[in-house]
């Protein structure tokens, strides 16, 4: 099973940026990327998700002005540019992959992706 690697999680004071990377081991990114995250005490959130086919990309609406994906197939890499953030921002993110799915306009469930990352922490206090 293809194993994903996240990095570029850090303690950031409210308002800064982190960007983070998900790469995979040995072999080539799925069709579908997504960041996950998960806060204690609250349930996995499906924050953003990118296709390779065509680059289209989907936002939840917490995340949506703030962050952005983006896929770069030569590094083998989806990246998640965080911008303006917040302390409820603060949580474990990682990345999904799944060669089969299309990520489309609609939740993101962690049960449609065969591939995970082990986390890297982020969190937003001053």
Not at 1 to 6: P, R, Y
Not at 31 to 54: L, M, T, Y
Not at 95 to 104: M, P
Request: charged fraction near 20%; proline fraction near 3%; include cysteine.
């Amino acid at each position: 099973q293809l194993q994903l690697m996240e990095s570029g999680g850090a303690l950031v004071q409210p308002g800064g940026s982190l960007r983070l990377a998900c790469a995979a081991a040995g072999s080539t990114l799925p069709h579908a990327v997504a960041w996950f995250r998960q806060a204690p005490g609250k349930e996995r959130e499906g924050i953003s998700c990118i296709n390779r086919s065509d680059g289209s990309k989907w936002y939840a609406d917490s995340v949506k002005g703030r962050f952005t994906i983006s896929r770069d197939n030569a590094k083998n890499t989806v990246d998640l540019q965080m911008n303006t953030l917040k302390p409820e921002d603060t949580a474990t993110y990682y990345c999904a992959g799944d060669r089969d799915l299309y990520c489309e306009g609609r939740s993101l469930s962690g049960a449609d992706f065969t591939s995970w990352g082990q986390g890297t922490q982020v969190t937003v206090s001053s």
